[in-house]
């Protein structure tokens, strides 16, 4: 088995970027949902209530972060941006988090091509968000995503779900930053810790999916039997899993190619 695409979304929910490497620190993958747009109360905004932000495109050039959407002018910002931002409180799911917010221009960036209040969030240096410890065993930490720092998928797992529909998508809708090549179709679901390439991970639990791969990012449109092929043979007490959330064992640099070992 080896390493087949890596991926990395730089604001949360919006798109992602296929990569051939990147260097994991203590939120993730380096720049992985680092930013999140949160409403005025500071309560996170995804594609659940925004199916528009998967039509927002990203790059990442040296930690230079390019959003561009259809009918606007692209935008550009780095974590410099937010060094002299103001502190706020913004919520992720159930926790609580230090943030910076960022020049104006970019919220109203964001809310010319939304059409609603938000602004743009960034999680700072000093900021800890802590996994949830009934998993995190070392005191792990996480950016703006749901709750682990990683998230796998095989190839395999997605051939096999595309054949059993009507229509066929792509990897970026499950939004993983690691995808494996080489497995059987779910044979993701029994491992416990893997080795890619020099580094290690704990496998720490399956991903719980909702509404958001379902959403054409194309189009934005929801495809309603993705999410009831899932559901079909993939449900387990009253939720539907696709990918495996991942914890690394310290920091390090995985690649395209890297050869993947299931040590448990």
């Known amino acids: 088995m080896e390493v087949s695409r890596l991926y990395v979304h730089p604001v949360k929910s919006l798109g992602g970027i296929r990569v051939q490497e990147y260097a994991i620190d203590r939120f993730g993958p380096h720049w992985d949902r680092r930013w999140l747009v949160v409403d005025s109360q500071g309560q996170f905004i995804t594609q ?8 927002v495109k990203s790059e990442l050039t040296n930690g ?5 959407a259809p009918g606007q002018a692209s935008v550009q910002f780095s974590a410099a941006d937010f060094s002299t931002g103001t502190p706020i409180r913004v919520q992720v ?18 809310q010319q091509f939304l059409g609603l209040d938000c602004r743009l969030a960034f999680m700072p240096d000093q900021s800890r968000r ?38 066929s998508i792509g990897m970026e809708r499950f939004r993983p930053n690691l995808v494996i090549k080489g497995a059987t179709a779910f044979a993701e679901d029994s491992w416990k810790r893997i080795r890619v390439g ?17 959403i054409d990012p194309a189009t934005a449109q929801k495809q309603p039997e993705v999410f ?15 990918g495996q959330n991942l914890l690394p064992v310290g920091t390090g640099t995985i690649r395209a190619g890297d050869p993947v070992t299931i040590l448990e």
């Not at 799911?93 to 964001?110: E, I, K, N, S, Y």
Request: a negative charge; hydrophobic letters at 40%; one cysteine or more.
């Open 198 to 214: 020099d580094m290690e991970f704990n496998v720490a639990k399956p991903c719980s999916r909702c509404a958001i791969p379902t």
């Open 228 to 242: 009831k092929t899932l559901k079909s043979y993939r449900q387990r007490d009253g939720d539907v899993f696709f």
């Open 48 to 55: 659940r209530q925004q199916a528009r932000m998967a039509l």
């Open 64 to 68: 230079t972060v390019t959003l561009s």
């Open 130 to 167: 802590a996994v949830n410890p009934d998993y995190a065993k070392a005191g792990e930490t996480v950016g703006f995503a749901d709750g682990f720092p990683l998230l796998l998928a095989t190839e395999e797992s997605l051939q096999d779900l595309n054949g059993r529909m009507s229509i």
């Open 93 to 110: 799911w159930r926790d609580q988090c230090d943030a910076v917010t960022g020049p104006g221009h970019l919220d109203a960036w964001l």
